[in-house]
Each structure stands twice: as structure tokens, then as C-alpha cells.
T-cell receptor, first 123, second 108 residues
Framework: EVQLVESGGGLVQPGGSLRLSCAVSGFTFRNYNMNWVRQAPGKGLEWISF????????YYADPVRGRLTISRDNAKNSLFLQMNSLGDEDTAIYYC????????????????WGQGARVIISS | SYELTQSPSVSVSPGQTAKITCSGD??????AYWYQQKPGQAPLLVMR???ERPSGIPERFSGSSSGTTVTLTIGEVRAEDEADYYC???????????FGGGTKLTVL
């Protein structure tokens, strides 16, 4: 069974930092691209970051570029999100998301999600 | 920045058909994916590559595409279908991902 379990969420003051982790099991982690998606309270889903299976390629959404850093440890089946210079707008549930590649072409989508880690930015 | 546009809400009675649309300039070139999210739960993929229904998703769910608009159609709507629905696609660069703003489906 595919499992993704986020941890590291919590209450942080504005300007502070936080590191989220995602422990995965049930699949060969090193073969999959991974993403982080967040959802602010009462709001919609927002894709924020991608990392390739090797870890060599990363992408970020404009609102987080330069403040958030995605990384992974394939030996430990873990995905990370280092978050710095946090502001009120970063308050959200952060989901660890597996990306699956289509066997018939260069297409991919999100097929497995964790239950999310809650991050609250408040003084 | 690139945006996908969804109507905020759709309301239907049980047994009727619900249509949820998603519009974006890049949709003629990029596939769309649909996710269902119920309160307190993680999203669930209900449609991939515009028209493909994943295993385990009822046949009542179907997808279509025309120009810059993709549509998720739910036939014979049930109370259990009440949820938020989000479309997902790639942005104009093909690298980043963008979600639509979400559509709240209410079953009257």
C-alpha cells in the first residue's frame, strides 16, 4: 500500500523557518518525481514545488521561489521542504504528493497524496 | 501568471447531471486532470488526460475537452458526490503545475 506521511508542521512566528518531512512507503521512492501542494484555510489547492526522481531538477511556483527549498533523500525514502522567511500567506496544509508518469507519452499527474501537515504562521 | 478558471459552485438535485468546467489558454495543448476533495480529506483523482477514468471511479464520471475548456460530467448525481472539484494542468511553460480555483458541487 502506498503511504505518504508528512511531519514537521506547527506554529511559527512570521519571518521564521520550518522544515517539513514526508516519509514514504509501499513503492520504490527513487523512481518517482515528487511534489508539494498546499491549501490555505478555506481556499483551493496550490502547487508549490516539484523535484525529479534523482533530485537534480527542481521547480517552484512564483510565490515561494527563493524562500522554500525542496529536497529528497532516496536512501531514506524521504521528501523534504525547507521553508524560510515565512509569512501569513504561508499558513496552509502542506501535502506531499507522488507524481506518476504515463506509460504512453510525456504526461504525468498526481496520483497519491499524504494527509497533510498543518503549518500556521502567527505571532 | 497562468490561470485555470472554474465556476465557484454548481448545484444539482440527486439523479441529475452535473457539469463542471475548467478554462485555460493552454488546455488545447495540455491535458487536464480532475480531483475530488471532500472535507478533511486529501484530493482523489477522478479523471486523467481529459477523458480517462481511473480504476475504481464510477462510470457516472466522464470527461471531455473542447478548445480551451475541459468538462467533468457527473451523471445520476448522488449525495456522496458532494465535494470540491479541482482541475489541474501544466502551465504555459509545460513545467509548472496549476490548479483551477475549485468548484463546490452541492447536491440539493
Amino acid at each position: 500500500e502506498v503511504q505518504l506521511v508528512e511531519s514537521g508542521g506547527g506554529l511559527v512566528q512570521p519571518g521564521g523557518s520550518l522544515r517539513l518531512s514526508c516519509a514514504v512507503s509501499g513503492f520504490t521512492f527513487r523512481n518517482y518525481n515528487m511534489n508539494w501542494v498546499r491549501q490555505a484555510p478555506g481556499k483551493g489547492l496550490e502547487w508549490i514545488s516539484f523535484i525529479s526522481s534523482s533530485g537534480y531538477t527542481t521547480y517552484y511556483a512564483d510565490p515561494v521561489r527563493g524562500r522554500l527549498t525542496i529536497s529528497r533523500d532516496n536512501a531514506k525514502n524521504s521528501l523534504f521542504l525547507q521553508m524560510n522567511s515565512l509569512g501569513d500567506e504561508d499558513t496552509a496544509i502542506y501535502y506531499c504528493v507522488r507524481e506518476i508518469q504515463d506509460a504512453s507519452g510525456p504526461y504525468s499527474w498526481f496520483d497519491s497524496w499524504g494527509q497533510g501537515a498543518r503549518v500556521i504562521i502567527s505571532s | 501568471s497562468y490561470e485555470l478558471t472554474q465556476s465557484p459552485s454548481v448545484s444539482v438535485s440527486p439523479g441529475q447531471t452535473a457539469k463542471i468546467t475548467c478554462s485555460g489558454d493552454a488546455l488545447p495543448k495540455q491535458f487536464a486532470y480532475w480531483y475530488q476533495q471532500k472535507p478533511g480529506q486529501a484530493p482523489l483523482l477522478v479523471m486523467r488526460k481529459d477523458t480517462e477514468r481511473p480504476s475504481g471511479i464510477p462510470e457516472r464520471f466522464s470527461g471531455s475537452s473542447s478548445g480551451t475548456t475541459v468538462t467533468l460530467t457527473i451523471g445520476e448525481v448522488r449525495a456522496e458526490d458532494e465535494a470540491d472539484y479541482y482541475c489541474l494542468s501544466a502551465d504555459t511553460s509545460g513545467v509548472g503545475r496549476v490548479f483551477g480555483g475549485g468548484t463546490k458541487l452541492t447536491v440539493l
